[in-house]
């Protein structure tokens, strides 16, 4: 199992303001922004991603726009400096989201860039992206995934083609030339990953092949990890766990009360990322029609939380505790042993995956403790995932009948 550090630099110093709102996103002033502070800030969560490298521990990066919670709109920038400050880890962009995004080709450019700065160690996650970005990106939400899988398509093509210019006609993108300098250091492409709840969502990425990436969802990733397994053993093929991904917050400590605390403190990330002002919420066209007729169904609670405890309680994040995170199977805490028996526990539960994103920072955790808490991850608990006995595919046998039936 590979691990992966996430955190989303965010700025709680301006929280106060995000609660009197009742918005953290969108529509919160930048004049509560301090661009002294803020370079701290940067420095910091850069300091702790090369401690990362140090580790052994992956990082992972992703970007969100007019919000207090997450300082990084720029991921490809954020990227391009640790492609040069780092040396070993791999660096994932989880994500960018293409739809929102006017111009494919130039995210092909910037990630074919970075993947040759970095000596090919980028892995490239291409997102839907919030409901709550629509506005900042003064993108249209009809169609969103449309217009999702027609970038994929060009970026994924402009990375690939070697042979000189080729034009691309589509719905929503139109070029005459495209031919991208430089190309990837991987080939044909850095690996894509993928984040999404739903089983349809994980067929789709099984067409592809593509890692699928499952965030602080609990339980639901076993549903669309599985539609992943199924979908591609009718193609014929066996998923390996590689191609699953999932995302947790994590807090680790000599004690157990240490490991909660520091939970604790880095779920405010968690307790604060959901508050957002109601015309942003769930913009018209953004969801599917069965999705929000589930939602209507569910209550008013369902627009904020979207996981649940293994019993099936509805765990709200803003106002949840770390034993409900931990029920909900989001957050992992405790000593290193509690921790890795959680962990085991929950691959167990969804059927294995190969990638565990921990964000072993957020909310109000300190410098110091974050490196506390990654040293004591990589020390104690990283050497041991690796021996995880994972789960065997259900639909291993017929994707072997269906590839033998294709031949």
């Avoid at 405890?309 to 765990?315: C, E, L, N, S």
């Avoid at 106002?319 to 526990?345: C, L, N, S, Y």
């Avoid at 004591?376 to 039936?405: I, T």
Wanted: hydrophobic share 40%; charged share 20%.
């Amino acid at each position: 199992m590979k691990v992966w550090h996430f955190s989303e630099m965010a700025y709680p110093q301006a929280w106060d303001t995000g609660y009197e709102m009742g918005t953290f996103r969108v529509n919160v002033p930048n004049s509560h922004y301090d661009p002294k502070l803020g370079a701290d800030i940067y420095h910091r969560h850069y300091d702790e991603f090369q401690l990362c490298d140090e580790l052994g521990i992956n990082i992972m990066l992703n970007e969100h726009h007019s919000t207090l919670t997450c300082l990084n709109p720029a991921i490809t920038v954020s990227a391009s400096i640790l492609a040069r400050i780092t040396k070993n880890v791999r660096l994932l962009l989880l994500g960018n989201p293409i739809a929102n995004r006017p111009d494919p080709v130039r995210v092909a450019e910037e990630m074919a860039m970075i993947d040759v700065i970095s000596h090919g160690r980028l892995e490239m996650g291409l997102v839907k992206g919030a409901p709550y970005e629509i506005a900042p990106a003064n993108m249209n939400p009809v169609r969103l995934m449309d217009r999702f899988w027609e970038a994929h398509d060009l970026i994924l093509k402009a990375m690939s083609t070697h042979d000189g210019p080729f034009s691309w006609e589509s719905e929503h993108y139109h070029y005459r030339q495209v031919n991208i300098w430089p190309r990837p250091w991987q080939s044909p492409h850095p690996p894509v990953w993928i984040t999404a709840l739903s089983p349809h969502s994980g067929r789709a990425i099984a067409e592809r092949r593509h890692v699928a990436a499952a965030l602080l969802s609990g339980g639901i990733a076993s549903g669309m990890f599985n539609a992943y397994r199924e979908r591609a053993a009718e193609q014929g093929w066996a998923a390996p766990n590689d191609r699953f991904a999932y995302c947790a917050l994590v807090g680790v400590g000599n004690t157990e009360e240490e490991g909660r605390r520091r939970a604790d403190k880095v779920a405010g990330y968690v307790r604060t990322s959901p508050i957002v002002a109601e015309p942003f919420k769930n913009p018209p066209g953004y969801n599917p029609t069965p999705v929000n007729v589930a939602a209507l169904k569910t209550g008013p609670t369902q627009s904020v939380a979207r996981v649940q405890t293994k019993d099936g309680r509805t765990v709200d994040p803003t106002k949840a505790t770390v034993q409900e995170f931990m029920d909900a199977r989001t957050v992992f805490a405790g000593t290193p042993d509690q921790v890795f028996e959680q962990i085991k526990t929950f691959n167990q539960e969804v059927g294995g995956f190969g990638n565990l994103i921990i964000m072993g920072q957020g909310g109000t955790l300190s410098y110091d403790e974050t490196r506390a808490n990654l040293q004591l991850f990589a020390d104690e608990v990283m050497p041991r995932l690796g021996d995880l006995k994972m789960p065997e595919n259900p639909y291993g046998e017929q994707a072997e009948r269906n590839a033998s039936a294709a031949q």
